[in-house]
Each structure stands twice: as C-alpha cells, then as structure tokens.
C-alpha cells in the first residue's frame, strides 16, 4: 500500500467554473478519471477471475466454499459466518467510485477510488495485513500462511491495482486538470477582453 | 463511499470541508496560543513579581551583609592600629590572611576578625597572633566550641590561667600544665588537636558551612556594589532633604504649632458638642426616634419641602391652640369648625407620629393625652410607612391643617361668646336678683350661684373629652384603613 499521497487541487473549483463556459472540456475531463478508473475496475476484477482459476471450483482455496455457510456460526464475523467466493460476486463487488467521502485528518477527499466491497473480496484483499501466520498452528494460520504463498501478501486486489497503476493515473489526471485549468483561463481571458 | 469495503484511493483533493476545518483548526489554535500567551504573561509576572521581591531581598541581605563585614573590617583595623600600631599595609596582609583562613577552614571571617583582634591585644603583635589564632581554631573544632571561646582559653593560658583551655583540650597533662610555660602547653596542644581545624572543613558539614559562607561573601560582594548607591543616597537626605525640611519647619513653626492647637481645640470641641449631643439624644431618645421616623418617611415619599411647609402650618395652629384652649375645646372645634373628622383623623393617621412628636416637643404633658388617643390598633398588615402616598398625605395634611384653623377661629369666638355671656348673665344676676337657673336657647342665659352643678341642654350631644377623643381614634382608625391602609406610624410611636 502506497504511504505518498499526491493531493490535486482545484479540481471542484476548475470544474465548477469551467461548466460556465466549456461543457465539454469538463466532459474531457471527467472522462480522463473515468477511463483511468475503469481501467484500474478492470485490472482488478482480472486479478479476481486469476485468482478463480487458481482451483477447479473458482476459489481461491479448496476448502473456501462457493455459498455463504446455511448454519453460520455464532463467532465467526459477528454471527454471519465464513463468507462463500462466488468470484462473480467478488468482480461485482469491484467499484471504482468518485465519491468525496469523508474528509481525512489532512483535510484531503477522494476524488477517485476503487472499492472491494463483497466481505469474500475484502478478507482476500487483507487477510495477514494485521495478523500474521504462527508456527504453531491455529485457526488462521494455515490461511494466511497459503494465502501469502499463492497470492502475495495482503493487499491483493484493488490495492495492488492502485500501488501500480497510481502513479500513471495521477499523471494523466493532473494533466488533464492542467488542461482543464488552461481551458478555464482561455475563456477568463476571453471574457476579460470583451 | 461504502461502509465496510476496503477503500483504495487513487486521487486525492482537497475539500472545501477539510478547508473549513483546517481553519476552524486555526483559529482554535490561535485562541489556544492566545491563552497560552496570557497563562504564560500571567505565569512570568507573578515569576517576574517573585524574582523582583527576591532580588529585593537578596539587595537588602546584600547590603546589611557589606555593612557588618564593613564594620568587622573597620573594627579589627581599629583594633590593630590601637593595640600593635599596625601600617595600612599590615592590615591589608592580616585581612587577606582572614579571608585565606576562612576559605581554608569554612569559619567566618566574623568570628575570625575579633578573634585575632583580642589575640593580637593579648600577644603584641600580629605574627604571633597568627600561629595563636591557628591553634585556636584547632582547638574550637577539637572541642566543638566556637573561635571566640577557644582564642580566649589561649589567651588565658598565655597568662598563666590553664583552667580553661584545660577543659578544652583535656589531653594537655597536668605536668605540662604545671610548668605553666605557655610554649610548653601550646606545642603539647598543638600536638592534640593539630590538624582538627583542616579535618572538620573536610567534612560535609565543613563543607556545608564553606558553602554557606561563599554565598555570603558573594552577597558582600554584591553589597558592596550596591553600598555606594546607599551612600549617595544617604548623602543626599542628610544633605538636602533634611536641611530643606528643618528649615521649613524652623521657618514654619510657629505656623504650625498654631496650626496644631487650632486642630486640637476644634477637635475638642467637636468631642464635646458630640458629647453633649449624644447625652441630648440620650436622654430624648424618644423626640430623636420620633423625629427618625418623621423624616424617614418624608424622604421616602420624596417631598420634604413641602411637608415641612405643612408641618410649620401644624405647629403655628397648635401652638395658638395651647395658647387658647386644649382637649375638650379642640374637641369642640372639631366638630363646630366645619371639617369632618374624618378628614381631621385621615390627616393625623396620616402624619400621626409627626404630630405627635411636635405636640410632645412643645408640651411634654400633652404626650399622655395624645399617646393614649392614638393607639396602636387595626390591621397589622401593611405598615410601612415609607409606602405611603404622598399626593393624599399633603392634601390631608393641607386640609387638617385648614380645619384646625377654623377650629382655632371657633374656639376663640366660644371664647369671646362665652364671655360675652358671662358677662350678659352678670348684668342679668345684677338686675334680677334670682337664684333660679336656666339655660335655655333663643339668648336668654341664666347663671347659677356658686357652689350648684350645672345641667346643660343643648341641640345635639355633649360629650365628654375622654368621649371626643375616643371619636377621634375611632375616626383616625377608620378613614385609615379607607384611605391609606395602616399606617405604620402609630405602631412605631407605639414603640417609642
């Protein structure tokens, strides 16, 4: 997981001010993040069907059952059980998202993210982050420990999309935000002159 | 953003929220720092209060330390010049000896000057004094006694007196004691208790006391900066703020013994008059009390002009009563004058207790007739005085004071008619002679001869004066309770 974070700024003001003269310089716009986030949903869904090949029953392990547990029990995720992989499910559960959010201790929001929603996607996406494997044994350890070995440590999904690919997406988004702005300038300048 | 997915941020702005928060983070900030600031400007004045009151302090233990190390320094140089004719030079060289003393072995330099002063005096001469001063503080620390006691058992020993250096240094032997050769027992002391001065300044106790003393010197040192400011100082009052003063008051004395008798007599005086005047209050508690309450209530409602103007009216008609006639008569005059007595009452319950502190003030025998003509009864609610209207009490007082004018008037024309007839029915006894009496109406009077009662038969009623005055309260309490409410007036001249 990428600690650096790159804040872009003036995006809502530019946008707002550019509607007024230029509609489709911010449809260009919107569609830079948005094609830069499809790409991103798509890259981490294909990491979803990979990891469904990985067994003949489309899990990622032999004993991850497809359907979530008919008698869940009563400590395993407050009640609700071991959740079944249904990898169309998990693909489904892949979001790219624009949503502000809630605004962070460094007075920052998303403007771009992508989402692993499905409780099957979230426990593959992090499963060790906090817990690691013991020599010993225990419940967890030979997930984590099988986990880790065929699919690389936590952050798996949406994550190692976003650790790869951020750099390259902010880039194209930034240019096309200066691009923007340049617009917005181009036609300040123009009514500054009439 | 969904709740409980995992969240992978790609691009991230900043936010008009995070914006106002960062401000709102800010400002709360700055109000922080500010009372920061002021806990801090707060914290450092009391600090700076506490170090000027410390410093204060340290200055003045400076200077009273440079005064007495002066002093020590000027009486041990004193006493050189006096007792070994000592130069500038010698002196120097003892005190610097001193100050070397009392750094090696941590005493003094208080204790250490009169100590090689007296052994100077007793010796002859400084050096000598030196190695005797140098036993002596051996022997103070051997014997735990302080520099003076043991230079003064030296210096008895050197005059054949072992006694107490004995019992100081008990090791010395009575033989060596016996040969009373003063080098003798000084090598056979030296011998016990060399050393003891240097050991007791080594340890922590020692040390302590060096450390005690440095801190002294260094507030002598300190005050020997601040002494010559002291000294200007010093100078300057005795040469010319003194000087302006005592020529001031020489110029002005007798100015100013006038000036002060003048004060003590007024102040005399006015004790007196306070004197005689508590004594007058005293012993008219009841006119002040009675008057307390007349004004209290004259300025609660404000209008002391006026009422005082009414009262003069009061006082000028019963003044003229007394002069003419009392009780009944007044009681006649009431009800012949015109003016009902209901009013007349409303005006007294209105300002009873004034009236009847100005009747008792003119005539005290008029205290028990009125006293008992107005007593405290009715309503006990609502007494407060000050609570009175003051536009009823003026009208009341206007119009009590019009009714006993008439009433004056009617009394004297009674009086003149009376008279008149007096004098009618002495012509008619002249003339006829009879014994007979009638009074009857229609102008024929017939007057009795002496001795015999009287029956009077006149249209309407003839009451007695203990009856009018019986009316008159019964008056006063009714138009009261209509009018005003009680009046708290009565009850307070009920306590009096």
Redesign the interface.
């Known amino acids: 997981m990428a600690d650096e974070v790159i804040v872009l700024s003036g995006i809502k003001e530019t946008l707002d001010a550019l509607k007024e003269f230029d509609k489709d310089a911010v449809k260009r716009f919107n569609k830079v993040i948005n094609t830069e986030l499809a790409g991103a949903e798509r890259d981490a869904k294909a990491l979803i069907a990979g990891v469904a090949g990985y067994n003949d029953d489309n899990t990622p392990m032999s004993g991850w059952r497809k359907a979530d547990a008919a008698k869940p029990s009563k400590t395993v995720r407050g009640g609700k059980g071991w959740p079944g992989w249904d990898t169309g499910v998990v693909q489904s559960g892949i979001k790219k998202t624009k949503v502000q959010g809630k605004v962070r201790g460094d007075y920052t929001t998303s403007a771009g993210a992508l989402l692993n929603k499905t409780a099957a996607g979230a426990i593959f996406e992090i499963a060790g982050r906090k817990t690691k494997p013991g020599f010993g044994g225990g419940s967890g350890s030979q997930f984590l420990r099988t986990l880790a070995n065929r699919f690389g440590k936590a952050s798996r999904v949406v994550w190692r999309v976003v650790d790869k690919d951020k750099d390259r997406i902010q880039a194209n988004v930034a240019r096309a935000l200066e691009q923007a702005k340049a617009d917005l300038q181009k036609h300040l300048q123009g009514e500054r002159a009439k | 953003?969904?709740i409980?997915?995992?969240?992978?941020?790609?691009?991230?702005?900043?936010?008009?929220?995070?914006?106002k928060?960062?401000q709102k983070d800010i400002k709360k900030l700055g109000a922080n720092i500010d009372k920061f600031a002021k806990k801090s400007a707060k914290a450092f004045g009391i600090a700076a209060v506490a170090s000027a009151a410390f410093a204060a302090k340290i200055g003045k233990d400076a200077v009273q330390a440079a005064i007495a190390d002066q002093k020590s320094q000027a009486l041990l140089a004193n006493s050189l010049r006096n007792t070994v004719g000592a130069s500038d030079a010698q002196i120097v060289s003892v005190e610097k000896n001193i100050t070397a003393l009392q750094k090696q072995f941590s005493v003094v330099d208080d204790e250490l000057r009169p100590a090689f002063g007296r052994l100077t005096a007793a010796f002859g001469s400084t050096a000598a004094a030196q190695e005797a001063l140098q036993i002596a503080l051996d022997v103070s620390a051997f014997a735990s006694v302080d520099l003076a006691t043991a230079s003064d058992a030296i210096i008895k020993a050197s005059q054949g007196q072992n006694k107490a250096l004995s019992k100081l240094v008990p090791g010395i032997g009575a033989a060596t004691l016996a040969t009373k050769d003063f080098g003798k027992i000084t090598d056979k002391v030296s011998k016990i208790v060399g050393g003891a001065a240097a050991t007791r300044a080594g340890t922590l106790e020692g040390k302590m006391a060096g450390l005690k003393i440095a801190f002294g010197e260094a507030m002598e040192t300190l005050g020997y900066a601040l002494l010559p400011v002291l000294e200007k100082f010093a100078t300057m009052l005795t040469t010319q703020i003194l000087p302006k003063v005592e020529a001031f008051v020489a110029l002005n004395k007798d100015k100013l013994a006038a000036g002060f008798a003048l004060a003590a007599d007024m102040a005399f005086k006015l004790l007196t008059s306070a004197i005689a005047f508590s004594d007058w209050c005293a012993n008219n508690m009841g006119i002040v009390k009675g008057m307390a309450v007349l004004i209290a209530g004259m300025f609660a409602v404000g209008r002391i002009a006026a009422f005082i103007i009414a009262i003069q009216g009061i006082i000028g008609v019963m003044k003229l009563l007394q002069k003419t006639a009392i009780g009944a008569a007044i009681a006649n005059a009431f009800a012949t004058s015109g003016v009902s007595i209901a009013l007349g009452a409303a005006a007294l319950a209105t300002v009873g207790l004034g009236a009847y502190t100005v009747s008792k003030m003119m005539n005290p025998e008029a205290e028990t007739t009125v006293s008992k003509g107005i007593s405290p009864r009715g309503n006990s609610k609502n007494r407060d005085f000050s609570v009175t209207p003051y536009t009823p009490v003026t009208n009341a007082l206007s119009k009590f004071t019009t009714g006993l004018n008439d009433a004056t008037k009617a009394t004297k024309d009674k009086a003149i008619n009376e008279a008149a007839a007096k004098k009618n029915l002495e012509r008619q006894k002249m003339l006829s002679g009879s014994t007979s009496l009638a009074i009857g109406q229609g102008g024929k009077l017939y007057m009795p001869n002496s001795g015999r009662n009287v029956i009077v038969n006149v249209a309407g009623s003839v009451s007695t004066e203990g009856d009018l005055v019986t009316a008159i309260v019964n008056g006063i309490e009714r138009t009261t309770r209509r009018s005003f409410g009680t009046v708290g007036a009565f009850d307070r001249m009920s306590a009096i």
């Open positions: 953003m969904a409980g997915a995992v969240v992978a941020r790609i691009l991230t702005q900043y936010s008009d929220k995070g914006s928060a960062a």
